[in-house]
Nanobody, 115 residues
Framework: QVQLVESGGGLVQPGGSLRLSCEASLSVFGIWDMGWYRQAPGKQREMVAQIRDIGTTNYAESVKGRFTISRDNEKKAVYLQMNSLKPEDTDVYYC?????????WGQGTQVTVSS
């Protein structure tokens, strides 16, 4: 059974940084596109950042210039470096692995930005 396990969330002050990690039990990690999404209570889940199997990336407008997604295929992991955090970045962050016709989600990790 495929598992995606996120870590690195927590409480941080505005302007601070966090680094989220997602480790995947996928047998061939390198062929999967990976992404980070976030969701607040009562709202739709939204894409934060994605990284394709070939390494190309895209970001939500609200995080461009502040967040960086990266991957390590040997470690079967994807990361989200979050800088200059704002209170509106407070959400549960989810890791997703996807290919045509397939997708897997992690259980989520809470990020709270507050003074």
């Amino acid at each position: 059974q495929v598992q995606l396990v996120e870590s690195g969330g927590g409480l941080v002050q505005p302007g601070g940084s966090l680094r989220l990690s997602c480790e995947a039990s996928l047998s061939v990690f390198g062929i999967w596109d990976m992404g980070w999404y976030r969701q607040a209570p009562g709202k739709q889940r939204e894409m934060v950042a994605q990284i394709r199997d070939i390494g190309t990336t895209n970001y939500a407008e609200s995080v461009k210039g502040r967040f960086t997604i990266s991957r390590d295929n040997e470690k079967k992991a994807v990361y989200l470096q979050m800088n200059s955090l704002k209170p509106e970045d407070t959400d549960v962050y989810y890791c997703r692995a996807f290919r045509p016709g397939f997708q897997y989600w992690g259980q989520g990790t809470q990020v709270t930005v507050s003074s």
